[in-house]
């Protein structure tokens, strides 16, 4: 736990958050530190950038390019900036680390092995994600509890241990129907994806589309069995098994 935050004051910190609105609950994240918000740009994260950008909130704002993101998520990141009047700050992986995994998996390697897709998520993701949070106090996501069964339980606020700060996820009781209905009511521009099947978007070698009926985040890493399939952001590092390939 923080210096200044007991497991009874985020209990009564997500009480408060339960209470407000979007606008008040990223208003009050900002308020307890510096803050961080990552998005991957898809339609939560894009609803939450916009609430940052409208209501001018002291939010820093990043994403992780990963290099491998579909051209439409790349386009989106100018087009969000120049719709909000905001600065979304790229983090992109060592050319090195990559250069490291393709020697030792191969550049796609991830299809063959979930320690292979793991390492690749480290490379391409954790290790800019600490670069994108290094100084910040407060990491706000766009978790919802209705994303998957993984998330069913996702709280308002939590204790990220790994990263030894607080996790703010205001979206966390949002439907996709209000996630919806926000982006037609202040003109939010999404990824076009979204309409072709993809609800949850990430590298264009590790997303397809979905079928009707399944989750949203079904596809995701479609070729494991795992349902509870994560790429390492928002669970234990030791639950994700990473390996980071070195160059000897």
């Known amino acids: 736990m923080t210096q200044h935050q007991t497991p009874a004051d985020l209990a009564s910190l997500d009480d408060q958050f339960a209470s407000l609105d979007l606008a008040g609950r990223l208003s009050l994240a900002a308020s307890l530190g510096r803050a961080v918000f990552t998005t991957s740009l898809g339609i939560e994260d894009q ?65 063959d092995s979930v320690e292979a897709r793991h390492a690749c998520c480290a490379v391409r993701k954790l290790k800019p994600l600490a670069s994108a949070l290094a100084g910040a106090e407060i990491w706000i996501t766009g978790l919802r509890r209705g994303q998957s069964g993984n998330r069913a339980t996702t709280p308002f606020v939590e204790f990220d241990a790994e990263r030894a700060l607080i996790k703010v996820n205001p979206l966390a009781d949002w439907s996709l129907e209000a996630i919806n209905a926000f982006v037609a009511d202040h003109g939010v521009p999404i990824n076009p994806l979204h309409s072709k099947g993809y609800p949850s978007i990430g590298c264009e070698p590790c997303t397809r589309a979905i079928k009707p009926g399944e989750p949203e985040r079904a596809g995701r890493w479609w070729w494991e069995n795992d349902e509870k399939r994560e790429c390492g952001l928002h669970v234990p590092e030791t639950a994700t098994a990473i390996a980071i390939p070195t160059r000897a």
């Open 47 to 111: 609803v939450i950038t916009a609430a940052i950008g409208l209501n001018r909130l002291p939010v820093d704002v990043a994403t992780l390019e990963t290099g491998r993101l579909f051209m439409e998520s790349v386009v989106l990141i100018n087009q969000t900036e120049e719709r909000f009047g905001l600065t979304i700050r790229r983090f992109r992986p060592a050319q090195k680390d990559v250069d490291a995994y393709a020697a030792q998996y191969g550049l796609n390697g991830f299809y």
